[in-house]
């Protein structure tokens, strides 16, 4: 087991940064043409005879492109989805058009979508923290308790942004299929969200044993013998001392 624990910060590590490169990807996605950045947006859906809209419409991060992730808008922290089109709009699903976001994008969609964002944000941010304090790890079992603390806050803050996200875009997908229009979810952003997700849990469990198995050493391991030992042999000596006295009782009261 101790064996086992000196390689638990480290593999820890790998998890968390892969964890973090993916959410980079996703934060990153449309900033420039190159895979796999052009590749990653979480919805693309026809949206030709939409007043304002593009032929085809997808929604990244930061930015509202064309196919391709090309052609996008001026980049926004957390744009409203109805960005997609001008305000007022004819032809778009009725469920997505409301009076937020310039009269472009309705309640429900307008606000999962900005905490979602939010969320991310939160999210990488803490999964930083904890990869730093992920080499404290390495020194023992405060190590481990600082970033597993670290990496599970971050972890419950990217549960969130991913479950919005996912049921954000899912149900406006279903909106414009359900208007006659084809869409399909983005995979890489779905893969690339989901997977960070998996790869934190990993992360924050490895570092959650660390905090555990560092004491085996104390209780169950080597020391522990040791001074079960010890126990037993003290043990000993009073027994064998209390049998002795009373054998040496016994004599007096013979003699006697």
């Known amino acids: 087991m101790a064996r086992l624990q000196t390689y638990l910060a480290p593999i820890s590590l790998l998890f968390l940064a892969g964890s973090l490169v993916m959410l980079w990807f996703i934060i990153l996605s449309a900033l420039t043409t190159t895979t796999p950045l052009n590749k990653t947006y979480f919805l693309s859906a ?12 997808q929604w990244a991060y930061f930015y509202i492109c064309g196919e391709g992730n090309v052609g996008c808008n001026k980049a926004a922290p957390a744009p409203p989805l109805g960005w997609a089109w001008s ?15 310039g009269d472009t994008t309705s309640f429900y969609y307008y606000y999962m979508w900005r905490f979602g964002w939010v ?18 790890a390495c020194c023992g079992r405060l190590g481990s308790a600082i970033a597993g603390t670290a990496a599970a806050s971050a972890l419950f803050f990217h549960t969130i942004a991913t ?31 989901w997977g960070s997700w998996a790869a934190l849990l990993i992360a924050t469990v490895l570092f959650c044993m660390g905090i555990r198995g560092s ?20 043990r000993s000596r009073r027994s064998y001392d209390m049998n002795g006295s009373t054998n040496g009782r016994r004599v007096k009261e013979d003699y006697a």
């Open 119 to 136: 969320f991310y944000l939160i999210a990488l941010v803490l999964s930083v923290l904890a990869f730093f304090a992920g080499f404290i």
């Open 215 to 234: 004491g085996d050493r104390y209780s169950g391991g080597g020391g522990g013998r040791r001074w079960g030992r010890r126990q037993r042999s003290v």
């Open 163 to 193: 479950s919005l996200m996912t049921a954000v875009f899912v149900k406006m997908r279903n909106a414009f299929i359900a208007d006659g229009r084809s869409a399909s979810l983005g995979r890489w952003a779905f893969g690339f969200s």
């Open 46 to 57: 026809d949206t030709s005879g939409i007043t304002g809209a593009r032929s085809v419409t």
């Open 87 to 101: 305000a007022n709009p004819s032809g778009a699903p009725s469920q997505l058009v409301g009076t937020h976001g």
